[in-house]
């Protein structure tokens, strides 16, 4: 159980950027999503709690949380860059460009 006093305390800080992140101005232009920064501080939660649960497979957890967190981030990432990228389409077929 030592051991795993340095994830909980990783997961604290995680926490805390995700809740920071969603309050702060500066940190919600870093991190660019809500759900992004919902999910740090979930994946957070998880490093404080799964330790205790799951013992002996710490590095399990923390590949885990970041596969993800860094899921989610992608993904939410490449769902705004469609939405983005649609209302310029649009303005390309109403000028009768054709796109491929």
Not at 42 to 65: H, K, R, S, W
Not at 67 to 79: D, K, M, P, Y
């Amino acid at each position: 159980m030592q051991s795993d006093k340095g994830i909980v305390w990783v997961g604290v800080a995680m926490f805390l950027f995700g809740l920071a992140s969603i309050i702060y101005p500066p940190l919600k232009l870093l991190i660019g999503s809500m759900t992004t920064s919902v999910a740090i501080a979930i994946g957070g939660l998880a490093l404080m709690i799964m330790p205790t649960l799951i013992v002996g497979n710490e590095l399990l957890i923390i590949c885990g949380v970041g596969v993800v967190v860094g899921g989610v981030s992608l993904f939410s990432a490449t769902v705004s860059c469609k939405g983005a990228w649609e209302p310029i389409q649009m303005a390309l077929r109403s000028s009768g460009a054709r796109i491929g």
